[in-house]
């Protein structure tokens, strides 16, 4: 699993809480907690300014409230919260998977139970919704032929599921399912 982990464990950036305009950069690694930020200002002083960067590693984030404070008043609670997590080595594997694996993850799962799924990650919400999730429950619909596969080309795996499958016993699989949906 730890080949699934690549330098950078995550990275975020936007712009500081107002009144500043200024744009924060948080990068964790295997070994360190990154904040770099660019003044953004108008004023003749500022420009030409080189960005701050303040580099630590996982243990010494923990121990540094100031810092911690930053990054939660720059990007949220949540952040903070899944920063620390990472810096605590608690990574999360699942989100690391390529799609293909999580892809045949979800085509293992009922339906219902994929549905549920999405709504858990924007990632899960993002492979559900894919055209080639819905490609592959179309394909392993009970009724699935030529003819459905032209109709899919034209308007879409997701619509087509919805039209022909949807209300055949949540699109059980071919060998499991007796009657034509069409």
């Known amino acids: 699993m730890a080949s699934l982990l690549g330098d ?3 990275e975020i950036s936007g712009q500081g809480p107002p009144p500043q ?3 924060f950069q948080l990068v964790i690694t295997k070994n360190e907690v990154i904040l770099t930020s660019w003044r953004i200002s108008l004023r003749l002083e500022c420009r030409g300014l080189p960005p701050n960067q303040q ?5 010494d984030f923990q121990n540094d409230k100031t810092l911690q404070y930053e ?4 990007f949220g609670q949540r952040i903070l919260d899944y920063t620390a997590a990472l810096c605590q080595g608690k990574f999360d594997y699942l989100e690391r998977l390529p799609d293909d694996i999580m892809l045949r993850i979800m085509y293992c799962l009922e339906l219902k139970d994929t549905a549920l799924l999405a709504q858990t990650s924007r990632r899960f919400k993002t492979l ?3 055209e080639k999730f819905w490609e592959q429950t179309v394909r392993n619909c009970a009724g699935f032929n030529r003819d459905i596969e032209d109709i899919a080309s034209a308007m879409g795996w997701k619509s087509t599921f919805l039209t022909f ?3 055949t016993s949540v699109a059980q699989p071919a060998q499991k399912q007796t009657n034509s949906p069409i």
């Open 128 to 130: 559900f919704s894919s």
């Open 71 to 74: 990054v939660g008043a720059v």
């Open 165 to 167: 499958f949807h209300n």
């Open 8 to 10: 950078r464990l995550f």
């Open 55 to 59: 580099k630590t590693s996982h243990q």
């Open 21 to 23: 305009k200024d744009f």
